[in-house]
C-alpha cells in the first residue's frame, strides 16, 4: 500500500467549529487530492495539490480551504463546519499527471457534524 | 464536461454467477479509465485501469470507445468480491484529475 496516512480517522465536532485534516505522504509524489464521499455522488475532488504551495479548486470546494507548506502534508481545513459537510474525506495522491497514472488512497477521515 | 455514469446503484448476484458491472463516460477527449474497488468501511483500492489490460481478481474490462463504455466483468463471482466498485476517468486536461461515478454495490449471495 502507498504510504498514506490520515489524521484523525474520526472527529464529531459542531457546527461552527474550524476543522483540519492532515493527509501525510512517505512516497515524496507531487499530486495530492482531497475528496468527500457520499452516497449516491460517489467520491468528488474537494481541491488538490501540483506542489508545495500549488494548489486549485475542484469540483465542491466551496466551504473548504486547503495547504501544503511541504510535499508530504496537505492540510483540508473547514473554516467553519456545517452540517453538510458531514462525510467521509480521502486524500489520495499521484506520482505524475501522465496519461494513465492511477490514484492511491489514504484509509479516510469520517466527520460528524453535529 | 466529463461524466461517468454507473446506472446501478446495487446489483446481487448468486456465487458462481457472471457479473457485469457498468459504467459509460462523456468526455470529449480521449480518456484513461480505472476500476477501484473499496471493501467495508476500507480505502479505495485500484482494481484495474484499461491502458495496462491487465486481470486483477479474474476481473477484467475492455475500453469500448464507440459506446463509451468501460464495463467491468467476471465470469464466475465469489463471495468475497462483494465490495462497493467505482469507475473513474481521468482526462487529458491537467495535474490527472479523476471523475468517479456514483458506485456500484456488489453483493455476492452464497
Known amino acids: 500500500d502507498a504510504g498514506i496516512t490520515q489524521s484523525p480517522r474520526h472527529k464529531v465536532t459542531e457546527t461552527g467549529t474550524p476543522v483540519t485534516l492532515r493527509c501525510h505522504q512517505t512516497?515524496?509524489?507531487?499530486?495530492m487530492y482531497w475528496y468527500r464521499q457520499d452516497p449516491g455522488h460517489g467520491l468528488r475532488l474537494i481541491h488538490y495539490?501540483?506542489?508545495?504551495?500549488?494548489?486549485d479548486k475542484g469540483e465542491v470546494s466551496d466551504g473548504y480551504s486547503v495547504s501544503r507548506s511541504k510535499t508530504e502534508d496537505f492540510l483540508l481545513t473547514l473554516e467553519s463546519a456545517t452540517s453538510s459537510q458531514t462525510s467521509v474525506y480521502f486524500c489520495?495522491?499521484?506520482?505524475?499527471?501522465?496519461?494513465?497514472?492511477?490514484?492511491?488512497f489514504g484509509d479516510g477521515t469520517r466527520l460528524s457534524i453535529l | 464536461a466529463q461524466r461517468v455514469t454507473q446506472p446501478e446503484k446495487l446489483l446481487s448476484v448468486f456465487k458462481g454467477a457472471p457479473v457485469e458491472l457498468k459504467c459509460n463516460y462523456s468526455?470529449?477527449?480521449?480518456?484513461?479509465l480505472f476500476w477501484y474497488v473499496q471493501y467495508s468501511r476500507q480505502r479505495l483500492q485500484l482494481l484495474l485501469r484499461?491502458?495496462s489490460r491487465e486481470s486483477i481478481k479474474g476481473f477484467t474490462a475492455d475500453l469500448n470507445k464507440g459506446e463509451t463504455s468501460f464495463h467491468l466483468k467476471k465470469p464466475f463471482a465469489q463471495e468475497e468480491d462483494s465490495a462497493m466498485y467505482y469507475c473513474?476517468?481521468?482526462?487529458?486536461?491537467?495535474?490527472?484529475?479523476?471523475?468517479f461515478g456514483s458506485g456500484t454495490k456488489l453483493n455476492v449471495k452464497p
Open positions: 495539490s501540483y506542489g508545495v504551495k500549488d494548489t
Open positions: 512516497e515524496n509524489h507531487r499530486y
Open positions: 468526455y470529449s477527449g480521449s480518456p484513461e
Open positions: 489520495a495522491i499521484s506520482e505524475s499527471d501522465r496519461e494513465g497514472q492511477p490514484q492511491h
Open positions: 473513474a476517468l481521468s482526462g487529458q486536461d491537467n495535474f490527472n484529475k479523476f471523475y
Open positions: 484499461h491502458i
